[in-house]
């Protein structure tokens, strides 16, 4: 007596998603799936939040994953992306004015030391306040909520003008 087909298994042996290929971070995989997308297959990522949390380690990585009837084919088309990004000359791409990066990485950096700053001020204001609080003392609990009030004003400063030019010369 035949048993009726079961509707949890593919009725094709091929007819599921493979893994085409593990990349080290889900920003590759993503790359590679949208490349895929673009060309006409279906690609999906899996893994790739798993891979950001442990670096892309060797026991999680990034996957690619296309349907398997489309495995052969999608391994030539990655071949050709590949191909194709191997014969850019990143040397002639142009980025812009170097003075333009400079700028933004100094910026970038003086922003960092803005907002470790704030982290680093926050508890001592919150440790010099307490202290106040048990001594009674009302000038301790002013310098405590005066360094907490300062942290607060640079941290609403960096975030209101994060991206906003303040060069009077440009």
């Known amino acids: 007596m035949t048993q009726p087909p079961n509707p949890a298994q593919p009725s094709q042996p091929h007819a599921g998603a493979v893994v085409l290929i593990e990349t080290r971070t889900g920003f590759e995989a993503e790359t590679i799936a949208a490349a895929l997308n673009a060309r006409g297959i279906v690609a999906r990522t899996a893994d790739t939040a798993s891979a950001a949390v442990l670096g892309g380690t060797s026991v999680v990585k990034a996957k690619v994953l296309v349907a398997a009837e489309v495995q052969t084919l999608a391994r030539q088309v990655l071949d050709e992306i590949r191909a194709e990004t191997s014969e850019i000359d990143w040397d002639e791409i142009d980025i812009g ?3 333009e990066a400079t700028r933004f990485y100094a910026a970038r950096r003086g922003r960092r030391v803005l907002w470790t700053l704030c982290v680093i001020l926050v508890p001592v204001g919150l440790a010099v306040f307490a202290l106040g609080n048990n001594r009674s003392d009302t000038v301790l609990q002013s310098i405590g909520g005066t360094v ?3 942290a607060l004003a640079i941290a609403i400063g960096l ?12």
């Open 97 to 99: 004015p170097e003075e």
């Open 159 to 170: 975030t209101i003008l994060v991206g906003k030019r303040v060069d009077p010369g440009d």
């Open 148 to 150: 907490m009030l300062s």
